[in-house]
């Protein structure tokens, strides 16, 4: 068996001739393509939102977080068990990152853990929709609400997915999308700023784009600003119309990616539901698309071990970030052991059925199942 990859991007025909056609037009950085992007996610959002089209996830986040206007001792709670670009994002604009514990069953911030981590200083939550679940996020905006805080939702993972019916994005305060290449859908690289806020979208809008006021409107019609002004610190954030035609093709997809994603998650379910040694998360699974897939297993380094020699590629999502000399703050106990179950198994469009039957038996073969 070749090696089998634990993710990766699987472009068509039809992305390669989207970014041609840009070529040819040469037209590269932000313009029609990137309006037509984002009037086309707020479409399939559905939303009267606004969507704002950056260049990765983590600058949706910085900008999200920036927007706020926020002193240097405020505080953002955020789960510990996150990618770094959580932390870096609140980091980048001077606040501080408060490491919160997770839930053991769903891996969602643990808000009992988060109301002890409240101080005078703290004025906004993060929650992470790991693994693309967001199901606990109502309770996110309760206790955001009692606490007078703001929220801005780390959706990277969680893109097309449904929670109470309604597709995250809709509704809510800030939330922030990530089209990387390995993202549920991607612009090569990319992210979304989502939000109704007019003081957020003014800012987004300008910051991206080095603080020029009004800037984005211009380079929409294939202009640049010549006589503008600038209050804030910006950066070069904006998303390029080559990227944006790659994400506008995916997003043409989505049904289908969603639909393979799904298949390949159930099988997983329905064939390792009676190992005992392992348990799988407690999500919605009919409800989202999901970006990975998270088992835990006490046993995991040693199945890691074993499905590598195998040659099957597997993760670790994610090594908690106040155990990074960064972020280094006391002990979280239930992180801590629950960095040391979580297995990432082989998840992407690519995984033919014969690839996902060798990954499970070898899994079998490792319990005796
Ligand atoms: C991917 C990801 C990000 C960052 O997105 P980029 O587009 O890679 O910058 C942030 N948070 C989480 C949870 C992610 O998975």
Redesign the pocket.
Known sequence: MNKIRLSKSTIGQEEKDAVLAVLDKEFLGMGAEVNLFEQEIKAYLNTTKEVMCVS????A?HLAVEALNLNSDDEILVPSL??V??FQAISAARVKPIAVEVCEDTLFIDLEDAKKKLTSKTKAIMP?H?ASNAKDIKKVYEFAKENNLRVIE?A??AFGCINDGIKVGVQGDIICF???GI?NITSG???AVVTSDENVIQRVKDARLLGVEKDTEKRFEGQRSWDFDVKHQGYRYHMSNIFAAIGREQLKKINTIEKKRKEIVNYYLENLKDISQIKTLDFDYKSIIS?IFVIKTSKRDYLREFLLSKNIECGIHYKPNHLLTKYKTDSLATTEKIYEEILTLPCQLDLTKEEQDYVINTIREFFNA
């Open positions: 990765t996830g983590t600058s986040l996150t990618y670009a959580s992470v790991y780390d990277a993972q990530s089209f990387d993202k690289e990319g992210g970006h």
